[in-house]
């Protein structure tokens, strides 16, 4: 027999679409000065936020996030079965490390920069599989600790290309829960890993765009759904270049899609604060998701919204030895209530 | 007029490294940029051409960093005039001794003193 | 090694649309700020030359000093956070002149300072200036070597 409640090859769907009852973003002070600075529910001005080191800064950060999150939707630690949480440090130490001054069993996830939808989509599984009431999702990025993880110290003299883009320092949490009022997710698209062979690491946009255009591909073919049937397609953080590639792409595959496609990392920054192609991080679609784009279905301004979380799943050592750049995109629907 | 030439002949060894990150699409990092620099400075200088350049453009040729890679090249082979075989062991880094003790000695310092600021 | 399920000729055909598409770098500004700010850092030099070549120093001494001047310049602009931005505009015309390796070494000390004194500032002062002295040196050496037998 097949699984009840998966559609097509990739796709899930929920029966009972489990509601965001409450999300939280924090960002740092560059975002802060971005077009949607008055989404977010805090702005840091420093991006040390009082601590010692930039790690233990991005920690406090989703742990605010997260608690932020929880005083939202008036509720305490012990009302949160799980916690799924992610973000792009070396063995994802910072949501480690939040979940210990937490006393909510944890699972860690990493899917880079989609780790917010990956999150979202196993979240919702855990719901509506009768496996939890209420899950906490949360990220984090800082752009300093990714910054030195996987490219150069801050400090150093670097000219960046075109293509390069700027890790959003920030954290996003949402509460997933079976009952209360607010969005649902009522489908989930699980991407698969492609690797086109881009291999150029101040270029990710073009390493995650076949990703992004496929898990929408397989989407609709999943749902027998068409682009119009979403008031907003929104990638992840695709960058200016990124998103001209993956439109491209769909349109090869017969989805016209382009007045209602958009990317995070696009709408984070503004064309003046010199960040190139844009944002990117996990920070960048979770902070825009759980600030912008849950406000948007809480207006009812879009009713439906398909995001598509993008990961570029390399590593330091990985393009030192001369591998290319695995992408992926797990592909969340969003309805509003 | 040795002003003029050190501008020009230090903006130009700058472009050529330059010319090396835009149309390698980056690939060629700073830190390829300086080693190439530093070697083809010592290849260049043992050939007998760099000395002409110093005489011609001064700091315009001895502060980019092939200026290191001359210093180096003319230590190893005055090292070898003065001692012989042993010389190319010693003669390099003795002649670049100020810079390389400035820099340790200095960014030590500054990690001590200062934060980055991100 | 485990393959990509894409094939070779997706991908050849992906690469031409990415890049179509991948912006050109801006090569004429960065060619021409590189010029100004690297001639810029170099005449600067030269007036320090001068200055100690005044003093009556040789031109070898006038040299060095020189050197550890532009140096720790180079080292407090990177402290106060001012190089990065330098090099971030001029692009070579901060990285080639000798205050980019001096930034080079200065930027991951401070950074990893975090880690430590041994394996943060110690070890991390040469993520760039080793492979630059790794290198600079075994050409020097094997340049001493080849001019003892061939001279």
Redesign the interface.
């Known amino acids: 027999m097949a699984a009840p409640k998966k559609i097509g090859l990739q796709t899930v769907y929920f029966q009972t679409p489990p509601v965001i009852i409450a999300a939280a973003s924090i960002v740092g002070p560059m975002e802060g000065e971005g077009p949607l600075s008055k989404y977010f529910d805090k702005i840091l001005s420093d991006t040390y936020y009082g601590e ?2 930039w ?1 233990k800064a991005e920690q406090r950060l989703m742990q605010d996030a997260m608690k932020k999150a929880l005083q939202k939707a008036n509720l305490q630690e012990k009302d949160i079965d799980f916690i799924l949480a992610g973000d792009l440090l070396n063995q994802i130490v910072t949501s480690c490390y939040t979940a210990r001054a937490m006393s909510i069993p944890f699972l860690g996830l990493y899917g880079a920069c989609s780790t917010l939808y990956e999150g979202m989509a196993i979240g919702s599984m855990l719901i509506d599989g009768g496996f939890a009431d209420r899950v906490m999702v949360a990220v984090s990025s800082h752009y300093s600790t990714a910054e ?1 993880q996987y490219r ?12 390069a883009q700027w890790t959003v320092t920030g954290a996003g949490a949402a509460l997933l829960a079976r009952e209360g009022s607010g969005p649902v997710i009522t489908h989930a698209t699980i991407g ?7 291999g150029d690491p101040q ?1 990710m946009g ?1 390493a995650m765009a ?1 990703a992004a255009a496929d898990t929408i591909k397989r989407h609709f073919l999943d749902t027998g759904r068409s682009p119009d049937h979403y008031d907003l397609i929104i990638t992840g953080d695709l960058g200016a ?1 990124g998103k ?2 993956a439109e ?2 769909m349109n090869q595959n017969g989805y016209e899609v382009s007045e209602r496609y958009t990317d995070c990392g696009i709408l984070i920054f503004s064309g003046s604060q010199d960040v190139h192609a844009g944002g990117s991080g996990c920070a960048c679609s979770a902070v825009v998701t759980c600030g912008y784009l849950l406000e948007q279905l809480k207006s009812k301004k879009y009713k439906r919204i398909i995001g598509i979380g993008t990961g570029a799943l390399l590593s330091p050592c990985s393009i030192q030895q001369g591998e ?1 750049i ?1 992408g992926i995109g797990h592909a969340v629907v969003f309805e509003a209530r | 007029m ?2 003029l030439w ?17 149309l390698t ?2 690939k060629f990092t ?2 390829h ?3 190439t ?3 083809a400075g ?2 260049i200088s ?1 050939l007998g051409l760099y000395q002409p350049l110093v005489n011609l ?4 040729a ?8 001359h ?3 003319q ?3 005055n ?2 005039n003065q001692k ?2 042993l ?3 010693s ?3 003795s002649s ?1 001794a ?3 003790t ?3 000695v ?12 991100g | 090694m485990s393959k ?3 094939s070779e000729s ?2 050849q055909e ?2 031409k ?2 890049t179509h ?7 004429w500004r ?2 021409f700020w ?10 600067i ?5 001068h200055f100690f070549l005044d003093k009556g120093m040789d031109v070898n001494t006038a ?6 001047v ?3 310049v180079a ?2 602009l ?4 001012v ?32 880690e430590g004194l041994i394996f ?2 110690g070890h ?2 040469f ?3 080793g ?3 790794v ?3 075994v ?3 094997a ?6 037998f061939f ?1």
């Not at chain 2, 050190?6 to 835009?22: P, T």
């Not at chain 2, 200095?106 to 600021?117: E, H, M, S, V």
């Not at chain 3, 590189?34 to 005449?43: D, N, T």
């Not at chain 3, 002149?97 to 990893?112: D, K, Q, R």
């Open positions: 010692k080191t790690e030195r150069f110290p801050t400090e150093l003299g670097v000219q960046r290309p075109m293509t698969r890993v492609i690797d086109m062979g881009e270029d073009a076949p270049y001209i590639l491209k792409l290319t695995p | 040795e002003f050190a501008f020009i002949i230090g903006g130009a060894l700058c472009v050529i490294g330059q010319l090396m990150m835009d699409g980056y700073g830190a940029v300086l080693v620099f530093v070697c010592a290849v043992a453009a001064g700091a315009g001895t502060v980019p960093l092939s200026g290191f890679g210093l180096l090249a230590g190893a082979i090292g070898v012989g075989l010389g190319a062991f003669g390099g880094v670049a100020v810079g390389i400035a820099a340790v200095f960014g030590y310092l500054a990690a001590l003193i200062f934060k980055p600021r | 990509s399920i894409v997706q991908k992906y690469a649309i990415a598409f991948r912006p050109r770098p801006r090569l960065n060619i590189a010029f100004i700010v690297g001639g810029l850092i170099c005449l030099g030269q007036f320090i030359l040299g060095a000093a020189t050197s550890a532009l140096i720790f080292t407090f990177t402290g106060i956070g190089y990065d931005e330098v090099s971030r505009f001029a692009g070579a015309g901060g990285i080639v002149p000798i205050t980019g390796f001096a930034n080079s070494m200065v930027a991951p000390a401070m950074e990893y300072r975090a943060g500032v991390r002062l993520t760039v200036a492979p630059v002295l290198w600079g040196i050409t020097a050496w340049i001493g070597i080849l001019y003892y001279r």
